[in-house]
């Protein structure tokens, strides 16, 4: 089958093609290569296209959209991911951040590749339009709350940079700690209310679809602690005033439990979130 | 036709020295008058805190760095204070290398300061209102200011502050996204304390808080920077209300403690506070350095700043030297290209001349049908013989070689021949 062969091609080099556009956007950052600048941008290009191609191709191919396993969900986080930057550089129009985006992008990306598997028949229940709704406010908040992370981390490694005296790239070429904060709680923020519709449709749509369904499930107590997280660094920075630093720890702590539970609950215990 | 660069500046000459060859504007139009009378056919003069510079294109006969040097210090009466170890001269690729070298930034005082750019502009307008400036003096000018900008826009040179009060702004507009909305209280009024805020006008500071011992100094500080005077015993409470502070008192002891910035922290929501202390000794306690959201700056962290960005700067000089020898290369393939095509015109008249009249004094020697034999075959072996020098001189004109090396085979070629020196312009 066609689409099949292409999609085993593209396995591949999706991630080949988001290593050397990490490479790139590497290259202009630290090196300052005049070169790398110039091919920046059109590479975004090209591999988003490239992307949004293979998820495409893979829809076709086995007659369902990449949702229904973890690893499925991480090419199309990803993707989401690379077109939301791709939306910032063109409305920032600067590349400066690219880098470490871009890298999120690739790591995920490389974790779906590596492990994705080409399905052809999928539970009926998955065939669900609450599951659908379900999925892609999850996977918004997920691109939100991964961004906000980039921006957070970015904030601290320039905020210790200043405090410390030790100027580096990132006070060359970073924007202003003050950007990078709003910038980081405006993605949450988004990221934050998606991921609470997402449990909530979650919450709505299990019982019914499962009869073992519990609720000490490990993915859905993990779910659960993301959550208060979020809600933790959020309200932290509302009700007491909290800014900077502190925020910037407590939800990148979040975002470590985001991916600690995308990968390792989702992989070590077949909860009800594995469907094969 | 040849150029001539001479030069005093801060590497040659000590500021007592240099100040003494200052020109001002009117000053500076006798000297390109004077030059332009008894040296060079084209010239400009410019003069800085840092140097005072002439170039030179059209020599007339008999001039030298040192009759350039005698002309300047004759006009500024210098005798007893300019010695010759306080210029440095140089001719056609020197010279055209010198100027490219100080309007990259690269020979500035401070690496990488550009302010000479205008001054060269200033010194240009100068040169062309006193007629002192012909084709050759034009086009290497405008390729000065083409290294000039091209350094600034491929490079880094100029990029980052290397001065303190400069740091401290590059360090706030780090911090904060826009400074219009943001507000800066100046405690004390030194000098570099006054600069700094200047310089934060100048990027759009928001409001200016100013807070002295001696009030009537802090309102008039404000008549001129704007802003309000805030009580020197509530300046503590004011940084509440402030998002960059500068401090700059003279003092045995700390006037802002550790205590105080976590009080204020608490009643501004952790809203960052930037602190510059450059007072000696200093102002704010260190210890406040370590709460969260304080970024306090004194002048050895400031001097860091400094010293990184020079740093950088230094590192991009290869990438200069590169944009300076690119612009060398074109402007000498266009100055070899004026040269050799009047030259290779010249040498073919001249040997034709000494051929024709040799050919005139003795054909009658020969037999008259082989009169007209004589005549091709001595034109024969005169093309032979320009064949291969005219193609090479053809070629040099083309491919630019470097510090005038082309320039210097046509001089030698013209000596050889005889032809004399070719004036620029003109049809010798």
Redo the contacts between chains.
């Keep these: 089958m066609n689409f099949v062969s292409a999609v085993d091609v593209l396995v591949i080099g999706i991630p080949l093609a988001y290593a050397f556009l990490v490479g790139v956007y590497g290259r202009s950052f630290f090196g300052g290569s005049q070169r790398a600048d110039r091919l920046q941008t059109p590479t975004l290009f090209t591999v988003v296209l490239l992307h949004v191609l293979y998820i495409l191709l893979r829809t076709a191919a086995f007659d369902h959209a990449p949702v229904t396993t973890v690893f499925e969900i991480m090419t199309m986080l990803a993707a989401c991911i690379a077109i939301s930057y791709t939306y910032i550089e063109i409305r920032t129009k600067t590349t400066s951040t690219g880098f470490f985006i871009l890298l999120l992008a690739f790591i995920f990306q490389l974790i779906s590749s590596l492990f994705i598997k080409d399905l052809v028949t999928i539970d009926p229940i998955l065939r669900s339009k609450l599951l659908g709704f379900h999925v892609s406010s999850a996977l918004l908040g997920y691109t939100a709350v991964s961004l906000s992370a980039v921006y957070g981390l970015l904030y601290l490694l320039l905020y210790h940079e200043i405090k410390s005296f030790r100027l580096g790239v990132i006070y060359s070429r970073i924007p202003t700690l003050e950007t990078l904060e709003k910038m980081s709680h405006k993605a949450e923020v988004l990221g934050f209310i998606m991921l609470s519709v997402a449990i909530t449709v979650g919450l709505v749509w299990l019982p019914q679809a499962f009869e073992s369904f519990s609720y000490l499930d490990p993915k859905l107590i993990g779910t659960f602690i993301i959550w208060t997280l979020y809600a933790g660094a959020l309200g932290a920075k509302r009700a007491l005033g909290w800014q900077g630093r502190k925020t910037m720890i407590l939800s990148l702590i979040a975002f470590g439990f985001v991916v600690l539970s995308m990968t390792v609950i989702n992989v070590y215990w077949t909860g009800f979130h594995s469907f094969h | 036709m040849d150029l001539f660069s001479f030069s005093i500046n801060h590497r040659t000459a000590p500021l007592e020295v240099r100040e003494k060859v200052w020109f001002s504007e009117q000053e500076a139009r006798l000297g390109i008058h004077r030059l332009k009378e008894e040296h060079f056919e084209e010239c400009i003069l410019f003069s800085t805190c840092n140097r005072t510079e002439v170039y030179g294109a059209g020599a007339k006969t008999g001039v030298s760095a040192t009759s350039i040097g005698e002309v300047l210090i004759d006009l500024k009466g210098a005798e007893d204070f300019v010695k010759p170890e306080h210029f440095v001269t140089g001719s056609s690729g020197e010279a055209v290398n010198r100027l490219f070298r100080v309007t990259s930034g690269i020979d500035s005082m401070v690496l990488g300061d550009i302010q000479i750019l205008n001054q060269v502009k200033e010194g240009f307008r100068i040169a062309r209102e006193e007629g002192a400036l012909g084709p050759v003096l034009n086009r290497l000018l405008q390729s000065a200011l083409r290294v000039g900008k091209r350094s600034r826009a491929e490079t880094?040179i100029s990029e980052g502050a290397v001065s303190v009060s400069y740091a401290a702004v590059e360090?706030a507009?780090?911090?904060?996204?826009?400074l219009s909305n943001r507000s800066v209280l100046l405690i004390g009024a030194g000098k570099t304390g006054e600069l700094t805020v200047k310089h934060l006008v100048g990027k759009g500071i928001g409001h200016i808080k100013i807070a002295n011992r001696t009030r009537t100094k802090a309102e008039q500080l404000v008549s001129a920077l704007g802003g309000e005077v805030v009580d020197y015993e509530l300046m503590v409470d004011a940084l509440t209300a402030v998002d960059i502070v500068i401090t700059s008192v003279r003092g045995p002891s700390y006037i802002v403690q550790p205590e105080d910035v976590e009080r204020v922290m608490k009643q501004r929501?952790?809203?960052?506070l930037f602190i510059i202390d450059i007072g000696v000794p200093r102002n704010v306690d260190p210890n406040a350095?370590k709460i969260?959201?304080v970024?306090l700056?004194d002048l050895d962290?400031l001097g860091?700043?400094v010293e990184?960005n020079l740093g950088?700067r230094e590192a991009e000089i290869p990438k200069v030297s590169r944009i300076i020898r690119e612009e060398m290369a074109e402007f000498f393939r266009w100055h070899n290209s004026l040269q050799v095509g009047p030259t290779i015109q010249e040498l073919r008249e001249t040997i034709e001349a000494i051929r024709s009249s040799e050919v005139e004094k003795n054909i009658n020697r020969f037999h008259p049908e082989d009169q007209e034999l004589v005549n091709l075959l001595t034109k024969r072996i005169v093309n032979k013989i320009l064949h291969h020098p005219i193609t090479t001189l053809k070629e040099q004109s083309g491919n630019g070689k470097r510090k005038g090396e082309a320039l210097e085979r046509i001089k030698t070629l013209r000596e050889i021949f005889g032809m004399g020196e070719r004036q620029e312009g003109g049809s010798e």
Excluded: C, M, W
Aim: aromatic share 14%.
């Design positions: 880094s360090l507009n780090k911090i904060f996204e826009d929501q952790h809203d960052p350095r969260d959201n970024f700056y962290s860091t700043v990184r950088k």
